[in-house]
């Protein structure tokens, strides 16, 4: 049988109000992976996103999930395959943690079925995944925006799908929390076999915890692969100005400093 | 699963006390009125319906007519058309992700309205207060301006909600402005219908219940099943269909069989406000925001709540009515009141 990539893009152009947002982008993205789409602002790395998940108007023929083009899928058949995390999750008050977590087990009910024994379980295990069962009977608003955000990952980890999208999932987080929250993708795209896509402007933790990195820049992919390959001076110095330079620590980690 | 068993046994005992609740208030609106019928002889009646309990109990026609035909038939259209009128509330609120959206947000109120006072201007006030005309003015009044709405959202090509809402307003505004012009010019004829647009349920009959029940009944029947979804709905258009909801098409749906059921119930008893905005926030003070429970429990909620202010309207200023529209604000008002301060929840609108 034929290994398919997780989700292959062929030849993907987008155009908004007669700009190019996005241009002849072909990218195929393994399983087993955690996957780092970076770039400056404004850039396309969310409407690449967004179009995996059918939310732009392209010709779907473009983008294949295991395979299939999406335009043959359902949307209960895509929310069984791809887990899609937001940049701004809108959480509505006076829900409680577990219930939340529970709407991740939604594409997986008929309709009169309602959650049983199983999906509570599942909750219970997303949810000590990310260190946040000791919530489960809070109120959702209550919490800090980063146990928010441990808790919208739960949820995309109770959906169970072989793939996860997260659009900027540490924007807004602490030095710490962005890295525990990467750690805990990273464990999902090597231990659970997960496929993990984030695009992300924390360019540090994306480079220590990634195993594949996209750069994008206007539209285009300048570069593309394993990370220590993908990433070196001159594509960060096109991505992001002259003045950034990759350096090495004293332990032996590669981030990026600028001049300024 | 020692957490599950305790949800659904929380669901079954909340419900037990709504049902016997409401079956106590039917009974108790049965027995007061202008008329004054012994406890016992209405609680013996009802009870002749059993087999084998005082079935050759025999009630004189006078007193049955009362209870069978004017109270019986009042108390019915009170429950469906609060529990119809609570559940589209919850609904619209639900749809929009607003909670100031009442089930007229749209302008079914205005819409009947005018359909009602064309239908007065236009018809004999003896011929249109004959049949179901005064109904079935209102429904389809109600319905057209629903149609309208969705029409003018088609044609903007806006997948936004506020444009839907700035139609629903403009539209609303226009049908008020043009049932003020038709009441002035023709002021001696006003009278008839402003037991229409204050809300009443004097003229109800059998005849009416039949036909404008069922649908608000099918309504909540059908909206019960949606309580998952609609939950789901409050975490944005795009992430419901993360989760394979087809967030457009859903809203679509609900709101349409919303506003059905608010224009039977406007058919049936006049513009009854309050109840759509309030009963629904009443319920969630009290059980919470998950729209499964808040669904059926606001259903009852309203039933019960309208039941028992109709039965201070036919009673305060016996053998005078206030209009209901007034009254349900003047009981809801302190009550809610009373149960935002006591809940002392952190209100989030």
Known sequence: ?260 | MLKIKNQFTNMLLTSTILVLTLLVVIFFSLIIGVADIPVIIVAKSLMSFFPFIFNDFIISDNWHQIIYEIRFPRIVAAGIVGAGLSCAGLTYQGVFRNHLADPYLLGIASGSALAVTIANYFIPATTLFSFLWVQLFAFFGGLIVICCVYFISFFTLSRNFSTVILAGIALSSLCTALTFFLLMIQSEKSLSILSFLFGSFNTVDWEVVVYASPIILCGIFFLSFYGRTLNILQIGLEESKTLGIDAHKMNVILIFVASIMTCSAVALAGIIGFVGLVIPHLCRLLFGNDYQRLIIFSGFIGAIFLILVDDSVRTVIAPQEIPIGAMTALVGSPLFIYFLVIKKRNYDL
């Open chain 1, 1 to 260: 049988m034929k290994q398919f990539a997780s989700v292959s893009i062929c030849n993907l152009t987008l155009h908004k109000s007669n700009s190019i947002i996005l241009n002849n982008i072909n990218l195929d993205i393994e399983s087993g992976c955690l996957t780092s789409i970076i770039g400056p602002t404004g850039t396309g790395k969310t409407s690449l996103l967004r179009s995996i998940m059918k939310f732009e108007k392209i010709s779907s023929e473009n983008i294949l999930i295991f395979g299939e083009t999406i335009a043959n899928l359902k949307l209960s058949e895509i929310a069984r395959k791809i887990a899609f995390i937001h940049q701004d999750s809108v959480l509505p008050g006076g829900l409680l943690v577990k219930d939340y977590v529970l709407f991740g087990r939604y594409p997986y009910l008929g309709f009169f079925e309602n959650t049983n024994v199983q999906d509570y379980t599942i909750v219970e295990n997303a949810l000590n995944q990310v260190n946040c069962y000791k919530f489960y009977n809070r109120e959702l608003i209550t919490l800090s925006g980063g146990e928010q955000q441990l808790v919208i990952i739960a949820r995309a980890i109770a959906q169970q799908t072989p793939i996860i999208i997260l659009d900027e999932p540490t924007a807004n987080l602490d030095f710490g929390l962005s890295a525990k929250l990467m750690s805990i993708l990273q464990h999902l795209a090597h231990d659970e076999q997960k496929t993990i896509i984030i695009a992300t402007h924390d360019i540090n933790n994306a480079i220590k915890f990634s195993d594949k990195l996209v750069l994008l820049k206007k539209g285009k992919i300048i570069a593309h692969g394993n990370t220590e390959h993908a990433i070196n001076n001159s594509n960060i110095r096109d991505l992001y100005g002259s003045n950034v330079k990759l350096t090495t620590t004293l332990n032996g980690e590669t981030v990026i400093d600028s001049n300024y």
